[in-house]
């Protein structure tokens, strides 16, 4: 067992509740100055920028039809980028539950439903999801992230990347943000959706989709719940001090997915000017969360925990508890420890839901199973967010 007050302590994390220049944040108006400036640290020296240029965005329904035996209506939805001389188009697939379901649904609110925006690997694993989430009542919006942006160093010619132009070196954006910038243009059309209730958006994505849906929820305060499933190294993962992959593992393996300044911490993460409890500090006060497997080693579940303790003073600061380790049911009968933190000992298959950053960590391996998905809800349902 890891006892994770010593960790913590170890670690020695950056200060996340004082300026650059030393001075101490003490008040929400401070924050507020101190997050622009957590931002701006964060897209120079890992994510990079996504040019702020002046764009038109235009959608055409290209399919509709009806799905699951009648439960849903799915629509294929293409969205079109235009700046200059520059457009890109990529698909959405939306699914809306049918009437029918949605007055049978208790998550259904004065007609509106909670929405899943899901950043996704593979078009067939999203329809048992898509089906799963249509019979507990969310509207889902899938993107496959290939078709944004092809995973793989390609000169940034492919996709979305060649939308915007490239002029600011090593601080360009990375995959990552840009999957991440095109899913909140996404929610731009799901917003228009009369089904859509837009106080309850929820952005979730698995490894280094759970990297950019943490990142997307980060720079998109329209999204109330963010969900980060194994998202390890570059994502959850506090840097310092982390087990199994390091800077030096993204950056030789996956350069593509981050800005330049970033190779330049390879081997030297404590020298880094920030670490991933500065991007969870971001989505404070909305919700985070955090789910993780027992035997993924590489993606650190004890660097994740530490860095959702580290991020909590933030949540704090605007009355609210960040993570809580008052435990809640188990998914198992046979009760494994993770951890101790102080009195609270982390238990596999434990449901952490009572503050605003959730969190579990199930048996198992590197995936978005069952299992998380039904605990998930469960947070959505308890929280209504």
Same mark, same amino acid.
């Given at each position: 067992?890891?006892?994770?007050? /010593?960790?913590?302590?170890?670690?020695?994390?950056?200060?996340?509740?004082?300026?650059?220049? %030393?001075?101490?944040?003490?008040?929400?108006?401070?924050?507020?100055?101190?997050?622009?400036?957590?931002?701006?640290?964060?897209?120079?020296?890992? *994510?990079?920028?996504?040019?702020?240029?002046?764009?038109?965005?235009?959608?055409?329904?290209?399919?509709?039809?009806?799905?699951? %035996?009648?439960? =849903?209506?799915?629509?294929?939805?293409?969205?079109?980028?235009?700046? %200059?001389?520059?457009?890109?188009?990529?698909?959405?697939?939306?699914?809306?539950?049918?009437?029918?379901?949605?007055? =049978?649904?208790?998550?259904?609110?004065?007609?509106?439903?909670?929405?899943?925006?899901?950043?996704?690997?593979?078009?067939?694993?999203?329809?048992?999801?898509?089906?799963?989430? $249509?019979?507990?009542?969310?509207?889902?919006?899938?993107?496959?992230?290939?078709?944004?942006?092809?995973?793989? /160093?390609?000169?940034?010619?492919?996709?979305?990347?060649?939308?915007?132009?490239?002029?600011?070196?090593? /601080?360009?954006?990375?995959?990552?943000?840009?999957?991440?910038?095109?899913?909140?243009?996404?929610?731009?059309?799901?917003?228009?959706?009369?089904?859509?209730?837009?106080?309850? $958006? =929820?952005?979730?994505?698995?490894?280094?989709?759970?990297?950019?849906?943490?990142?997307?929820?980060?720079?998109?305060?329209?999204?109330?719940?963010?969900?980060?499933?194994?998202?390890?190294?570059?994502?959850?993962?506090?840097?310092?001090?982390?087990? %199994?992959?390091?800077?030096?593992?993204?950056?030789?393996?996956?350069?593509?997915?981050?800005?330049?300044?970033?190779?330049?911490?390879?081997?030297?993460?404590?020298?880094?000017?920030?670490?991933?409890?500065?991007?969870?500090?971001?989505?404070?006060?909305?919700?985070?969360?955090?789910?993780?497997?027992?035997?993924?080693?590489?993606?650190?579940?004890?660097?994740?925990?530490?860095?959702?303790?580290?991020?909590?003073?933030? *949540?704090?600061?605007?009355?609210?508890?960040?993570?809580?380790?008052?435990?809640?049911?188990?998914?198992?009968?046979?009760?494994?420890?993770?951890?101790?933190?102080?009195?609270?000992?982390?238990?596999?298959?434990?449901?952490?839901? /009572?503050?605003?950053?959730?969190?579990?960590?199930?048996?198992?391996?590197?995936?978005?199973?069952?299992?998380?998905?039904?605990?998930?809800?469960? *947070?959505?349902?308890?929280?209504?967010?």
């Amino acid at each position: 067992m890891r006892y994770l007050n /010593e960790e913590m302590k170890a670690r020695k994390l950056p200060e996340l509740m004082r300026f650059a220049s %030393g001075k101490p944040v003490s008040s929400v108006a401070d924050w507020e100055l101190r997050r622009e400036e957590i931002r701006q640290i964060l897209c120079k020296y890992e *994510y990079g920028f996504v040019p702020d240029l002046p764009v038109d965005m235009s959608w055409e329904v290209k399919k509709k039809a009806e799905v699951f %035996g009648a439960k =849903a209506e799915q629509s294929d939805v293409e969205i079109t980028l235009r700046s %200059g001389d520059r457009a890109f188009t990529y698909p959405v697939q939306i699914f809306v539950p049918t009437e029918r379901v949605r007055a =049978a649904s208790p998550r259904t609110v004065d007609g509106k439903l909670p929405v899943f925006l899901y950043i996704g690997f593979n078009n067939e694993h999203s329809r048992w999801v898509a089906e799963e989430l $249509i019979d507990n009542g969310y509207l889902l919006a899938y993107i496959n992230y290939q078709e944004v942006a092809p995973d793989k /160093e390609d000169g940034f010619e492919g996709g979305v990347s060649a939308f915007f132009p490239r002029e600011q070196g090593k /601080e360009d954006p990375g995959k990552i943000a840009l999957w991440a910038d095109a899913a909140s243009r996404a929610l731009d059309y799901v917003l228009t959706l009369p089904q859509a209730d837009p106080d309850r $958006i =929820a952005v979730i994505g698995h490894s280094r989709l759970g990297k950019t849906a943490l990142f997307c929820g980060a720079m998109d305060d329209r999204i109330g719940l963010t969900i980060a499933n194994d998202s390890g190294a570059g994502g959850v993962a506090v840097h310092r001090g982390k087990e %199994g992959e390091h800077v030096s593992d993204l950056t030789k393996n996956f350069p593509f997915w981050f800005c330049g300044n970033f190779a330049e911490y390879a081997n030297r993460e404590g020298e880094l000017p920030f670490d991933q409890h500065f991007v969870i500090s971001l989505i404070a006060p909305r919700r985070l969360y955090v789910a993780n497997a027992q035997e993924d080693l590489w993606a650190d579940p004890c660097s994740e925990i530490i860095a959702c303790k580290a991020a909590s003073p933030v *949540y704090e600061l605007y009355g609210e508890e960040g993570l809580s380790l008052k435990p809640g049911r188990s998914i198992y009968k046979k009760q494994e420890e993770l951890a101790e933190w102080g009195d609270s000992t982390i238990q596999i298959g434990r449901a952490y839901h /009572e503050g605003h950053i959730g969190y579990h960590v199930r048996r198992g391996t590197h995936s978005l199973c069952r299992e998380d998905w039904q605990l998930i809800m469960e *947070y959505r349902d308890k929280t209504n967010s």
